[in-house]
């Protein structure tokens, strides 16, 4: 199957400081990315949408300006966590989907701890 | 209720055995997706779904559309299949909306 990768794959971050995600389609083209978070013990929760050269869709209730999602080419996009607090630390999730539009596939994800 | 329900919601079995993992959901969907999550967090996606059954080594899945119904089936299982087993529905669109997962741990 095609291989997303997620950078890093863990980070530390003190309050206050931004820390951005990189999500890669390493072998295919990625139409259209999705980043989720997941609590400890539950779902994932999809946070956002984001199309190659547009702005990203975000759910309810997920603030753009606090996650801002960038997908600049059709192989990266970043979620940046600005100004992170503890209760941003989660478990970050990204999936890619390329010219078949039915097929997700997962990177490894990113576990943020905020401190 | 819930668009999506997976039973069990944990499930332990010995070494050998076969089991069986339920979805149940409640809309119109384009697909049905698999997906396996292991103790480190990383999501590998098994099968996706819109008729019938598949079939890949140990693992089978099948559909019911008019039910509403999937089934992931693991046989001769083994403790490298313990981990946490998601159903995910993807609505028109191609957003997923996920069940809440079912804890498998097999026993040696």
């Known amino acids: 199957g095609a291989v997303v990768s997620q950078h890093p794959s863990r980070v530390i971050c003190k309050s206050g400081t931004s820390v951005k995600i990189e999500c890669r389609s390493l072998?295919?083209?990625?139409?259209?990315m999705f980043w989720y978070r997941q609590f400890p013990k539950k779902s994932l929760m999809l946070m956002a949408t984001?199309?190659?050269?547009?702005?990203?869709?975000?759910e309810q209730g997920v603030e753009k300006d606090k996650f801002l999602i960038n997908h600049a080419s059709l192989t990266l996009s970043t979620l940046t966590v600005t100004s992170a607090h503890p209760e941003d630390s989660s478990f970050y999730i990204c999936?890619?989907?390329?010219?078949?539009?039915?097929?997700?596939?997962f990177g490894p994800g990113t576990r943020l701890t905020v401190t | 209720k819930n668009e999506v329900e997976q039973s069990p919601q944990n499930l332990t079995a010995q070494e050998g055995e076969f089991i069986t993992i339920n979805c149940s959901y409640s809309?119109?969907?384009?697909?049905l997706h698999w997906l396996q999550q292991h103790p480190g967090g990383g999501i590998v996606s098994l099968f996706m779904?819109?008729?019938g059954k598949k079939k890949h080594g140990r693992l089978i899945a099948t559909i019911n559309i008019q039910e509403k119904h999937s089934s992931l089936h693991i046989t001769a299982s083994h403790p490298r299949d313990s981990a946490v087993y998601i159903c995910?529905?993807?609505?028109?669109?191609?957003?997923?909306?996920f069940g809440a997962g079912t804890i498998l741990r097999v026993k040696s």
């Open positions: 995910a529905l993807m609505e028109y669109g191609n957003k997923l909306v």
């Open positions: 809309v119109g969907i384009s697909a």
């Open positions: 072998d295919f083209q990625a139409t259209t």
């Open positions: 984001s199309n190659e050269g547009s702005k990203a869709t975000y």
């Open positions: 779904l819109s008729s």
């Open positions: 999936s890619a989907s390329g010219s078949n539009h039915y097929e997700q596939y």
